[in-house]
């Protein structure tokens, strides 16, 4: 952690030169100079004296946030395999249902089904991968094949199926987050 800089960014947004945070602290000029370019480090109780005038403290001068991930690998996914229903459902932002949209790869072997969701608000989304899903909402029924996308208002019972011999995989994003 750079002291010096994060000091000199607390003095400047209090509108404070070098000079009158010195006077302040009781310090000299030369040695908030140093400071401020890390050339020499404060004892704990002069940084407290510091941080005390540019209305901070310790704890709030050390915190860091941890940094926002933006990026997800393989390695973060949690993985559920349901062999009754030959599903498998990777989330593929973990934690997603904090999150406005849950986005989730779902994996249907041949014959495979998701649970039958009862209606629920929000919209869901879906891209096909691979293979060929039947979207069954309600007393209706509707096909989407690789490259194609499905998109409805939850506001029925709906679930998908995989009618064919070979796997299907679909990515689906639910907003708020439902699975």
Request: net charge negative; glycine share 6%.
């Amino acid at each position: 952690m750079e002291i010096g800089k994060k000091i000199k960014d607390l003095r400047i947004a209090k509108g404070l030169t070098q000079e009158e945070l010195a006077d302040r602290s009781e310090l000299s000029k030369g040695f908030i100079s140093q400071l401020e370019r890390d050339l020499t480090s404060p004892s704990i109780a002069t940084l407290t004296d510091i941080l005390q005038v540019l209305g901070s403290s310790l704890n709030e001068f050390f915190y860091e946030a941890p940094e926002e991930q933006i990026v997800f690998k393989a390695e973060d996914y949690f993985i559920k395999t349901d062999p009754e229903l030959n599903n498998t459902i990777e989330w593929i932002v973990p934690n997603a249902q904090r999150n406005i949209m849950e986005p989730i790869r779902l994996t249907l072997g041949p014959g495979g089904t998701t649970y039958m969701d009862l209606p629920h608000e929000g919209e869901e989304f879906g891209y096909v991968l691979t293979g060929t899903v039947t979207i069954h909402i309600g007393n209706k029924s509707y096909k989407a094949k690789k490259g194609e996308t499905f998109y409805l208002i939850p506001n029925k019972s709906h679930y998908l199926e995989n009618p064919s011999k070979t796997p299907a995989q679909v990515l689906w994003i639910s907003s708020p987050p439902s699975f």
